[in-house]
Each structure stands twice: as structure tokens, then as C-alpha cells.
T-cell receptor
Framework: QQPVQSPQAVILREGEDAVINCSSS?????VHWYRQKHGEAPVFLMI?????EQKGHEKISASFNEKKQQSSLYLTASQLSYSGTYFC???????????FGKGTRLHILP | DSGVTQTPKHLITATGQRVTLRCSPR?????VYWYQQSLDQGLQFLIQ???????AKGNILERFSAQQFPDLHSELNLSSLELGDSALYFC?????????????FGEGSWLTVV
């Protein structure tokens, strides 16, 4: 029940916007978003709990549509520091294991 | 610094050998997770422990085993190593807070099997 992320990779110029999608075939309790730089540990961005919410973190925000079992991560006015691989992780029930998608590579060009 | 400590950071070993990866979770975190990340691959869930007991199992090979000790640190044992086991192994710990079940990753242990 690995979530599916799309696109697999994105190349943007600094200042452009990006959307990364995450979908699951099963009901979700929560969706987690992480960013990983090459060779480093994934870094927590945000969690969205069921209830259909949207959260923001600087210029990075996300939405969670519980009914559609989908989440989207929005990066606006991208900065060079946003480059990396973004992973969504899904949790079927509270305290369930967290399964991550294969990731979306984001490369920001100056 | 996430507060999750993993040792060793790097190790190189030969095929057929056995290694142990160690993880100390953040203070107070009861859950420990192990993930495997192969070159350019995603985070493959291996196993989860909660307060000393196995909570969930993922695609963990029979050659691999793990445990969580009373002091909550965890070890991942990899035996009869194969070239394909070369990967970055992450430990993570989690706590329920106002955000939800937030998991924090350690820096990882790079395993190279030659």
C-alpha cells in the first residue's frame, strides 16, 4: 500500500511554483511530508490529519482530501534551498506504520 | 539535529558477514522505526517497535532482525550480507504531539557490502 507520488521529478527556475501529489489506494489517517537532501536524513515538513485540512509552512503548504485519499504539497516562489527529494508518508490508522512513496525529485535552477 | 542517534555512520563489510546497526531514539520517544534506502530509491519500511514490542513489519528480509531494549534503544541485525544489501539504513523515532505522530530521522548508517 505504498502511496503513489507524482510527478517523479520536477525542474524549475527559482521563483516558480510546484505541486507534488500523493495518492493512496486505502483510507488514510494522516499524511506526512518530508524533504531529503542527497545523503542526508529526511527532514519533517508537516503532517496533515484526516478531516480535510490545509497547512502552511513558510512558502510551503499542503492539503489533504480524506475522501479522495490524496494530498498535495504546494511550493510557491521556489528557492534554491527547496531542491531535494520530497517524500509523502501515509498512516492508515493512528500509530500505524508510516509508508513512504518513492519520492519526487525537485531541482531548482537559478 | 533530530535527537535520534545512529551508529556507526559508515561501515564496509564483505558478503556473508553480519553487522549490527544501533539506534538511540529521542528522549521520551517510545516508537522506533527502521527504513532502508537504496541508491536513488525511496524509503522502504522495515520494522517498527513500540516500547519494546514489535508493532509492525514491512518488507524485512528473514536475514534481518531487530529488537528494542528496555532503555528503548534499538538494534538492527543484518546477516549473511549480500551486495544488494548495500544501502543507507535510517532509524526514526516518533512521538504524538500537537502536530500528530511526528517522526524524526537519524542521520543514517551507510552500509557498503563488498
Amino acid at each position: 500500500q505504498q502511496p503513489v507520488q507524482s510527478p517523479q521529478a520536477v525542474i524549475l527556475r527559482e521563483g516558480e511554483d510546484a505541486v507534488i501529489n500523493c495518492s493512496s489506494s486505502k483510507a488514510l489517517y494522516s499524511v506526512h511530508w518530508y524533504r531529503q537532501k542527497h545523503g542526508e536524513a529526511p527532514v519533517f515538513l508537516m503532517i496533515l490529519l484526516k478531516g480535510g485540512e490545509q497547512k502552511g509552512h513558510e512558502k510551503i503548504s499542503a492539503s489533504f482530501n480524506e475522501k479522495k485519499q490524496q494530498s498535495s504539497l504546494y511550493l510557491t516562489a521556489s528557492q534554491l534551498s527547496y531542491s531535494g527529494t520530497y517524500f509523502c508518508g501515509t498512516e492508515g490508522n493512528r500509530d500505524d506504520k508510516i509508508i513512504f512513496g518513492k519520492g519526487t525529485r525537485l531541482h531548482i535552477l537559478p | 539535529d533530530s535527537g535520534v542517534t545512529q551508529t556507526p555512520k559508515h561501515l564496509i563489510t564483505a558478503t556473508g558477514q553480519r553487522v549490527t546497526l544501533r539506534c538511540s531514539p529521542r528522549s521520551g520517544d517510545l516508537s522506533v522505526y527502521w527504513y532502508q534506502q537504496s541508491l536513488d530509491q525511496g524509503l522502504q519500511f522495515l520494522i517498527q517497535y513500540y516500547n519494546g514490542e514489535e508493532r509492525a513489519k514491512g518488507n524485512i528480509l528473514e536475514r534481518f532482525s531487530a529488537q528494542q531494549f528496555p532503555d528503548l534503544h534499538s538494534e538492527l541485525n543484518l546477516s549473511s550480507l549480500e551486495l544488494g544489501d548495500s544501502a543507507l539504513y535510517f532509524c526514526a523515532s516518533s512521538v504524538w504531539d500537537s502536530l500528530g505522530n511526528t517522526i524524526y530521522f537519524g542521520e543514517g548508517s551507510w552500509l557498503t557490502v563488498v
